[in-house]
């Protein structure tokens, strides 16, 4: 995409204009959402031993999507921060409260999978409730574009904003990339991991305070966006195998390479800017099906 928009023969002014303004921020926000997403998934998938724990399916993408649609409906017009600022820290306050109560539930129930998976089923209903309530009072413009935003656009983004989430997203990825060995142990059980000299309940819950921050700062910039997170770890499982030192980076690299087609596809469509999770939700959801059909799910879960 930006090969392209180099070899363009335009005018100068406005070429770099393009570059530098829209088509940069375009293509690290697709870079940085796509690797914190899917990284976070993997992590998240390792630490409560849920093949399902996508930051989407147990909620947490739900929290902070719904802080951030009250904060874009109802924010009031003199506020004591900008929004550039708000929407990111109402994000991460929406998603580290979603991760808190996951992570009470699996600890009361010593990380039963269903459990986890029915919590985060309950607090993505109850923020859907509530955004629907939200649907209610919303004028026209604050209705159309709270619809845009809950289906992902890597358009939102501008410097500004990158300043701020940017950082947190980048501290994420490579964090939890910094924790892939002491994940390792986590799969044989925590009792093996603390036999090793790991603290579980501190591996934990550090990286899902990380996960929680990176996601909270991607929905911020880019909205709600679906499958990458469920479906990519299993894929690269069954390819580089369950060593996170390798899964990991595979994720990072995967989630940024999906996202930078998904960015070039729409941008070289012209007449529309498709929402993100409309893409990828078409691409995800025969390929889950192709997934259980085959029996590749049961065989990770």
Same mark, same amino acid.
């Given at each position: 995409?930006?090969?392209?928009?180099?070899?363009? @023969?335009?005018?100068?002014?406005l070429?770099?204009?393009?570059?530098?303004? #829209?088509?940069?921020?375009?293509?690290?926000?697709?870079?940085?959402? @796509?690797? =914190?997403?899917?990284?976070?998934?993997? %992590?998240?998938?390792?630490?409560?031993q849920?093949?399902?724990?996508?930051?989407?399916?147990?909620?947490?993408?739900?929290?902070?999507? #719904?802080?951030?649609?009250?904060?874009?409906?109802?924010?009031?017009?003199?506020?004591?921060?900008? %929004?550039v600022?708000?929407?990111?820290?109402?994000c $991460?306050?929406?998603?580290?409260?979603?991760?808190?109560?996951?992570?009470? !539930?699996?600890?009361?129930?010593?990380?039963?999978a269903?459990?986890?998976?029915l919590?985060?089923? /309950?607090?993505?209903?109850?923020? @859907?409730?509530?955004?629907?309530?939200l649907?209610?009072?919303?004028?026209?413009?604050?209705?159309?574009?709270?619809? $845009?935003?809950?289906? +992902?656009?890597?358009?939102?983004?501008?410097?500004?904003?990158?300043?701020?989430?940017?950082?947190?997203?980048?501290? *994420? =990825?490579?964090?939890?990339?910094?924790?892939?060995?002491?994940?390792?142990?986590?799969?044989?059980?925590?009792?093996?991991?603390?036999? /090793?000299g790991?603290?579980?309940?501190?591996?934990i819950?550090?990286?899902? !305070?990380?996960?929680?921050?990176?996601?909270?700062?991607?929905?911020?910039?880019?909205? *709600?966006?679906? $499958?990458?997170?469920?479906?990519?770890?299993?894929?690269?499982?069954?390819?580089v +195998?369950?060593?996170?030192?390798?899964?990991?980076?595979?994720?990072?690299?995967? +989630?940024a390479?999906?996202?930078?087609? =998904?960015?070039?596809?729409?941008?070289?469509?012209?007449? !529309?800017t498709?929402?993100?999770?409309?893409?990828?939700?078409?691409?995800g959801?025969?390929l889950?099906?192709?997934?259980?059909?085959?029996?590749?799910w049961?065989?990770?879960?």
């Amino acid at each position: 995409m930006l090969l392209t928009d180099w070899q363009w @023969g335009g005018e100068n002014a406005l070429f770099w204009h393009i570059l530098l303004q #829209l088509q940069l921020p375009l293509v690290l926000t697709a870079i940085l959402v @796509g690797a =914190v997403l899917v990284v976070s998934a993997g %992590s998240l998938q390792v630490v409560l031993q849920n093949p399902l724990a996508d930051p989407g399916i147990i909620g947490i993408t739900s929290g902070a999507s #719904l802080v951030a649609a009250g904060l874009l409906i109802l924010q009031p017009v003199q506020s004591l921060l900008p %929004s550039v600022y708000l929407l990111p820290l109402g994000c $991460f306050i929406g998603a580290l409260l979603s991760t808190w109560l996951i992570y009470r !539930v699996a600890r009361r129930l010593r990380g039963a999978a269903m459990a986890v998976i029915l919590a985060g089923i /309950a607090i993505s209903t109850l923020a @859907g409730a509530v955004m629907a309530w939200l649907y209610v009072i919303a004028d026209a413009q604050a209705l159309r574009n709270l619809t $845009f935003w809950l289906m +992902g656009s890597l358009y939102q983004a501008d410097w500004l904003v990158l300043l701020v989430a940017g950082p947190v997203m980048l501290l *994420s =990825v490579l964090y939890q990339l910094t924790q892939a060995r002491r994940l390792n142990w986590l799969y044989g059980g925590e009792t093996m991991a603390a036999s /090793a000299g790991v603290s579980p309940p501190q591996l934990i819950r550090r990286t899902l !305070v990380a996960s929680a921050l990176g996601v909270g700062a991607a929905v911020s910039v880019a909205g *709600s966006i679906a $499958f990458i997170g469920l479906l990519v770890p299993h894929f690269l499982r069954q390819v580089v +195998g369950h060593d996170n030192r390798v899964l990991l980076p595979a994720c990072a690299l995967c +989630g940024a390479a999906i996202l930078l087609g =998904v960015a070039t596809f729409s941008e070289y469509l012209h007449l !529309v800017t498709l929402p993100v999770s409309m893409i990828t939700a078409t691409l995800g959801g025969p390929l889950l099906l192709l997934a259980l059909y085959r029996g590749q799910w049961k065989q990770h879960a």
